[in-house]
């Protein structure tokens, strides 16, 4: 099989520490080219791994030897630099939140569809080990009916993580669109989601900027979430978890209780009713903190439906649901309002 040829759009963090040693050690993937605004960023890595750097990511959509791109840049170009890239006939892993509205969510599934190329979007707490396993154990019934769930994502802000620092696109509104919602919470509606394999169908939220001087987003949020079948429960996402990180979720169900990541040695425990218990370590999740970077399986993923020729788990339609939950929690702290889904 001739192997797939990769270009990084964006050479920040999360392609630093995600993206590109993913592909690395993927034995279908020649990493072929680097793009970023800030040339020298670009080149380190072109210089490591014998590709080309551009600047201007139109360029280096124009190079016919590229097959698929992650886009790893500031939210507010996910949709126009993912749309180019379909269009010019690449495969495109996204990164979340995968827009800034329905319409440009939309817009990129279409030209997927145009295209017939695949669009993935990087969430990836789904492959989590804990997580993957609460989805088998929910499906199985093990857990009888769930009646309320917790879920938090919350640490101390981007500005330890972004390239740029504390001057971070992270916390410019243009750039950015949505803050911590954007940035941690809509890890969470998508993991819900995928978790209760349901769709939430209101949602109501508060939604401050409360922590962050010389910020135009948001960096507390609170918000109740309502599923089809009656599901009920609160989503927290935070840039103000100052000490540590949250990162866990609870569901409260028939049969007992389940903490998905709410333990430093067991990432998933149950609490039967009966008095029964099961506690399991599952390995670690993706953390900002140094030293948590584990493989996310997301690029695996990726470039397994390219060679396979399947839809991606985590396709277009997908991250916009996931998005659209978030949307109305903004939705619902402007106007006041339990906004309908
Ligand atoms: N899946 C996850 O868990 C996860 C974690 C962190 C970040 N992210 C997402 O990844 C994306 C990038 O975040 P990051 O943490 O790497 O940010 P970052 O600030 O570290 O890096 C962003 C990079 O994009 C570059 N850039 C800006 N405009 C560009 C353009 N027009 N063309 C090419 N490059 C451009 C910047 O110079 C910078 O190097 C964001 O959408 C973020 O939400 C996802």
Same mark, same amino acid.
């Given at each position: 099989m001739t192997r797939i040829k990769v270009g990084i759009i964006g050479c920040g963090s999360i392609a630093k520490h995600r993206h590109i040693p993913e592909y690395a050690m993927n034995d279908n993937v020649d990493i072929v080219a680097f793009c970023d605004i800030i040339a020298a960023r670009a080149h380190a890595f072109?210089?490591?791994?014998? =590709? +080309? =750097?551009? *600047?201007?990511?139109?360029? /280096?959509?124009?190079?016919?030897?590229?097959?698929? &791109? $992650? *886009?790893?840049?500031?939210? $507010?170009?996910?949709a126009p630099v993912s749309i180019a890239a379909l269009k010019a006939g690449k495969h495109v892993l996204c990164e979340k939140p995968m827009a800034t509205s329905n319409e440009e969510a939309e817009a990129m599934i279409a030209a997927a569809n145009e295209s017939g190329k695949k669009l993935m979007i990087g969430h990836n707490q789904r492959f989590v080990s804990s997580h993957a396993k609460a989805r088998s154990i929910i499906e199985s019934g093990e857990l009888g009916k769930i009646y309320s769930f917790r879920t938090a994502f919350g640490h101390g802000g981007p500005e330890q993580w972004s390239a740029d620092g504390e001057h971070s696109w992270f916390f410019d509104k243009e750039r950015a669109f949505i803050g911590a919602m954007g940035d941690l919470g &809509?890890? +969470?509606?998508?993991?819900?989601?995928? /978790?209760?394999?349901?769709?939430? *169908?209101?949602? =109501? =939220?508060? *939604?401050e900027t409360s922590a962050k001087a010389n910020s135009t987003v948001d960096d507390n949020a609170v918000c109740i979430l309502k599923s089809e079948s009656g599901i009920i429960g609160t989503l927290a996402a935070s840039w103000s978890y100052n000490g540590g990180e949250d990162n866990s979720t609870v569901f409260y169900a028939e049969k007992g209780i389940m903490r998905l990541e709410d333990d430093p040695d067991y990432s998933l425990i149950i609490d039967y009713k009966n008095g029964n218990s099961e506690r399991h370590s599952l390995g670690a999740i993706q953390s900002n903190e140094e030293g948590q970077q584990t493989d996310t399986h997301v690029v695996e993923h990726f470039i397994n439906s390219i060679v396979e020729d399947k839809t991606p788990p985590v396709c277009g339609n997908e991250g916009k649901k996931s998005l659209e939950v978030i949307l109305a929690a903004l939705e619902s702290s402007e106007t006041k309002q339990i906004v309908r889904i």
């Open positions: 072109a210089d490591q791994y014998n =590709a +080309k =750097a551009y *600047v201007d990511y139109t360029e /280096l959509l124009e190079n016919e030897e590229i097959d698929a &791109v $992650s *886009v790893c840049t500031p939210n $507010s170009l996910h &809509v890890h +969470k509606t998508d993991l819900l989601r995928f /978790l209760i394999g349901e769709e939430f *169908v209101e949602a =109501a =939220a508060f *939604v």
